[in-house]
């Protein structure tokens, strides 16, 4: 393989990609080459990656407890920290139990590999993550893609579809690239009258939604009827690692079977009770969410209301707002734009998203103010008049 003529290709198509050196790439405000930014990329969603008491819980830990986990979980790597926080993610989850994992997508993979096998049948999402799709493909399970929030389809396609070794329903709650929702309760439904295993991966929405912050499945009243509970503790909870939270034979199996989790070293102490003392801030102050909640609808709707194309979602809380610009080129071009006038916002392009839907992925979070929303929705709509004015420039 010629590396080099594949990078050109990249290049050429618009989907070249590379690493920048972002300082504070977690807080409002990000610097880059000397200059700083309004940061609407960070998925810091509560601001709980700076909050004291998540802080103080690390650098305790780090004196008390070092820092590394010294082997695998099932070696030496799981220790008290690793305990509490288990605990604490049950609690939170309404759940018997949970196990933690070193990464979000490594969750995933274990998650699935573990449940899924070559008689199963995995009945997945058209627009899930990433990481689920190559848990599918790692699997060696038959996958069915149904339609995006099609249950309809999904109902067809599990009365088509026969499973000898059982039935996997595998989706996002809160889909990353779109800021839509997962229908649990319909979902929830299908699940229990096909006797499917429902696996939910609520990355997005842990933290952000529900009366304590337990996700989605609370949103919707379902808090703990969700048989595969998985979500990731580096977004809205600002720490590192993922989780997966269920019954206690389901944990007892994956700490048995799910290879990801048994041949990797564990998460390292300071960050495990780092993450355990966010879940308690997700609790303690639920006026974080409320005003992370309100930045979303604001500049959701103000978006929406200037003609951009702003996937709809049926729940505005959601912190991720995609605007749809179409071509890679435009998508970048909007990002440069807004980068001149100081935003940092990027522009995702295929193979991320679908042919023809490239977009800007906006992210707000509880730490933005008020009047910075006002900035964006203010430069969006400078952007837009130049935008048309250019279109009927060329049309003249």
Known sequence: MDLGRELDALRARGRYRSLRVLAGGARPWLEHQGRRYLNLSSSNYLGLADHPRVIAAAVASLYDEGLNAAGSCLITGHGPAHAALEAAIAQHQGTEASVVFAAGYQTNLGVVTALAGPDTVLFCDALNHASLIDAARLSRARVVVWRHRD????????????????????????????????????????????????????AHGLGVLGKTGAGLAEYFGLRGRIPVAVATLSKAVGAQGGFVAGSATLVDYLVNRARSFIFSS?????????????LEVIQDEPE???????????LRRALADQGWQVVPTA?????????????EGAALSLMEQLRQAGIWAAAIRPPSVPEGTSRLRLTVTADHRPEEID????EFWRIRQQWREAQDGGGA
């Open 288 to 298: 974080r969410r409320q005003r992370l909640g309100a930045y979303a609808r604001r």
């Open 151 to 202: 249950v309809d389809h999904l109902r067809q396609c599990l009365n088509e579809v026969s499973a000898p070794g059982g039935r996997l329903i595998v989706t996002d709650g809160v889909f990353s690239m779109d800021g839509d929702v997962a229908p649990l309760p319909e979902l929830t439904e299908v699940a229990e009258a096909h006797g499917a295993l429902l696996v939910v991966d609520d």
């Open 266 to 278: 564990g998460l390292v102490a300071p960050v495990a009770r780092a993450a355990a003392a966010a």
């Open 375 to 378: 900035w964006v929705i203010a």
């Open 315 to 327: 729940v505005e809380e959601v912190p991720i707002v995609a605007v749809v610009v179409g071509s």
